[in-house]
């Protein structure tokens, strides 16, 4: 279980103005449960890799569980992003010519760290996400069977924090509706914050807290909002 | 990682087969030449090494080589017969063996030479024996001619539109080991039959042949003036015997062609009275074979010698090298001609090296657009955990694997073609080319490797370096 601490932070890119992101200050506890929205161009996703150190900060600190992850260098926070990261995206990225099982143990034969606990728990974790069948082709699935293979991915090194970046925008109602559930259940389950980006209401107001975006800035925080009320 | 990457091969076969191939074929190209270019060098030198010396009228030497060792046919001038004699009697000479050429039969040309020359140079008989009458003949190893059978030479070859010589049939008595050399494609006869098949005179028969010799134009006077090149300039038989005949029939029996050669323009003229059709001479098959050679037998285009030592062919080489004669050693000359056929054999290496390099470059292009669009699949690999270097690494596999299987095919098809060429050349010279890998074939090999590895190692270094989170949003 992580905790997010967020120091002066400021992401730019070469050629804009102002920042696409700028956070003074932000404190996520362990194990909870964060829903993230604002408009297009917000700077969600950025918020997103920033944190999961995919991308790195211009300046200011990201703090998990105490250490900086803005330090490290590229390797580093991929290593360290490998260990405590479970990560769900709109788009699946699974890899088509693999199984489901075989999707779910890529990264992790990857990085050689795949052992036969981890093979049977990526067996478990599919029949968790309810697919019967992990020997069945990625490509021969449908999106909502896909997004729950994501997501069986994402928890198999039970990952301290679980990011989702819009997860049930491709699918419709019911898929979505089920995959929310899902990855709400599956995180508490396996004890991790959860962060998740999305516009979906039902999914949002499942979750604890809610923080907007607007223009890169925190416009709105239901904590800071619920103790100033 | 292994099964990521053939699942992606499986997904993406038709353009993996096309890289292989294209590969391959461009390897390909670059073994033929270089295995066919080694193996023309072993086999004609394997052809050449029994004999050791040469010598022939003066005139070029590559082209004496050419006709004596290799049979090819072409006029070749020839020289007086009193070489012959001389370096019968010499002590620094083993054997000598006169060659007289001219004739063919079915497509194998005729060899007149001797029974020491056959037994010194060819292991052994696979069937029959030696030719003991002038009527009998040994066929080389590749001549599809059984024991016993027929033959009756034809002046020149068939293509040229040779006539056959009316009255002369010789037996096959033997049938030789094969030698790996166009020797396996010859038909050897006495050296005295080719003589008197041409009407030429030899001792005994000398007298009476010679009113016959003094009206025939076919007869080359021995011994021959000096200098003369016969059949120099004139298009016509490749037979170095019978070039004069040749010019009788082009020139309908006007012998003005010969004046400019300085040759006897009385033989010549003489042809006018002789019979039209192309007999001059013709064989008792049952007479005995001499080959003691005096100083009156004909002129010869080629005598082969195999001198006592080292000393001796260096000597007999530098005796026979000035005026009328012309020396050689085979291997030399060889070595010559294999500097000419360097330099082909440099463009065509360079044109297999430029399609190489081709090919290379055609593969960067391709593997850089397909990491482009491989772009987002990369990244998420990287997002989801898989460390920096198994990026790299699945990336650089990937094309070199294909790169790899395609070297590998292309050495095999390679292999394949040079032997197939050498199949063909082999029928048509009778030279077995010893098509096969040396040690320099697998420093090409890896040095391909290498060059493969560098080139993959383009577009896994972009992969590697391209970021995961800008390859994500695109
Ligand atoms: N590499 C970059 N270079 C320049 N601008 C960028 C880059 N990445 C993001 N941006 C800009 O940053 C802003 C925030 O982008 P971000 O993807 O975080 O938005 P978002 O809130 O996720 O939007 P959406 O809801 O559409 O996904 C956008 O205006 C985008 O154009
Ligand atoms: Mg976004």
């Known amino acids: ?229 | 990682m292994i099964r990521f990457i053939l699942a992606d091969l499986r997904r993406l076969w038709a353009g993996a087969v096309v890289v292989v191939l294209l590969v391959a074929l461009a390897v390909a190209l670059g073994v033929t030449v270089t295995l066919q270019e080694r193996a023309l060098r072993l086999g004609s030198a394997r052809a050449a090494d029994k004999f050791d010396l040469v010598i022939g009228a003066a005139g070029s030497e590559t082209q004496l080589v050419l006709s004596s060792i290799f049979l090819q046919p072409s006029p070749l001038p020839l020289m007086s017969g009193e070489v012959l004699a001389k370096l019968s009697k010499d002590k620094r000479v083993t054997w000598v063996a006169p060659v007289g050429f001219g004739d063919s039969f079915a497509g194998y040309p005729l060899v007149g030479t001797t029974r020491a020359l056959i037994s010194s140079t060819v292991s052994g008989f696979s069937e029959g024996r030696m030719f003991d009458k002038e009527g009998e003949a040994v066929v080389g190893a590749a001549v599809k001619l059984p024991v016993g059978a027929e033959i009756k030479p034809m002046h020149g070859t068939a293509q040229i539109g040779g006539e056959t010589h009316a009255g002369v049939v010789y037996h096959v008595a033997g049938r030789l080991q094969p030698t790996g050399t166009p020797w396996d494609r010859a038909i050897l006869v006495p050296i005295q039959a080719v003589w008197h098949v041409h009407g030429l005179g030899h001792k005994e028969h000398d007298q009476e042949e010679s009113g016959h010799t003094a009206s025939t134009p076919a007869v080359v006077p021995a011994p021959l003036p000096a200098g003369h090149y016969h059949g120099d300039g004139h298009d016509h038989g490749p037979s170095p015997l019978l070039g004069n005949r040749e010019v009788h029939t082009a020139d309908n029996g006007h012998g003005h062609a010969h004046e400019a050669s300085g040759s006897a323009p009385d033989a010549a003229h003489a042809a006018e009275d002789h019979d039209e059709h192309d007999h001059h001479g013709s064989i008792d098959a049952d007479a005995a074979i001499d080959e003691d050679f005096t100083a009156t037998a004909p002129g010869l285009p080629a005598v082969l010698v195999k001198p006592k030592t080292i000393a001796d062919a260096y000597k007999l080489r530098q005796e026979y090298r000035s005026g009328n004669t012309l020396a050689v050693f085979p291997g030399e000359v060889l070595t010559n001609l294999y500097a000419t056929m360097g330099d082909a054999k440099l463009v065509l290496s360079a044109v297999a090296a430029g399609s190489q390099g081709l090919v290379a470059a055609a593969l960067v292009l391709v593997t850089v657009t397909h990491i482009g669009q491989r772009r987002r699949q990369i990244g998420a690999l990287r997002a989801f955990g898989a460390p920096r270097l198994s990026v790299f690494a699945i990336v650089w596999l990937e094309l070199f694997l294909l790169v790899a299987i395609g070297i590998g095919l292309g050495f095999l098809i390679g292999l394949v073609a040079a032997q197939m060429i050498a199949e063909v050349f082999t029928t048509q010279s009778g030279i077995v080319l010893p098509v096969g890998f040396a040690r320099e074939d697998i420093r090409s090999a890896l040095l391909l490797l290498g060059a493969s590895a560098m080139l993959a190692s383009v577009p896994a270094l972009l992969a590697y370096r391209q970021s995961p989170a800008a390859a994500l949003r695109a």
């Open chain 1, 1 to 229: 279980m992580l905790a997010l601490v967020i120091e002066r932070l400021a992401v730019s890119f070469a050629g804009l103005s102002s920042p696409v992101l700028a956070i003074d200050h932000l404190t996520i506890a362990a194990g909870e449960r964060i829903a993230i929205t604002g408009g297009s161009g917000s700077g969600k996703s950025t918020f997103i890799n920033i944190a999961t150190g995919l991308e790195k900060a211009t300046s200011g600190k990201v703090f998990w569980n105490g250490a900086d992850i803005a330090n490290l260098s590229e390797s580093r926070r991929d290593r360290w992003r490998a260990e405590h990261v479970g990560l769900v995206m709109q788009d699946f990225h699974l890899f088509p010519g693999l199984s489901a099982v075989e999707n779910v143990l890529l990264p992790a034969r990857l990085a050689r760290v795949a052992d036969a606990a981890l093979v049977a728990r990526a067996h478990e974790l599919l029949k968790i996400v309810g697919l019967s069948r992990p020997e069945q082709k990625i490509e021969t699935m449908s999106r909502g069977e896909m997004q729950r293979v994501a997501i069986a991915r994402a928890l198999l090194r039970k990952p301290g924090v679980l990011v989702a970046d819009e997860p049930t925008a491709s699918l419709d109602a019911d898929a979505g509706e089920n995959v929310g559930r899902l990855l709400i259940d599956m995180a508490d389950e396996a004890g991790s914050t959860l962060i998740v980006v999305s516009h979906d209401h039902r999914l949002i107001g499942r979750l604890d807290r809610r923080i907007t975006l607007a223009a890169g800035r925190i416009a709105a925080d239901s904590a800071v909002e619920g103790v100033a009320a």
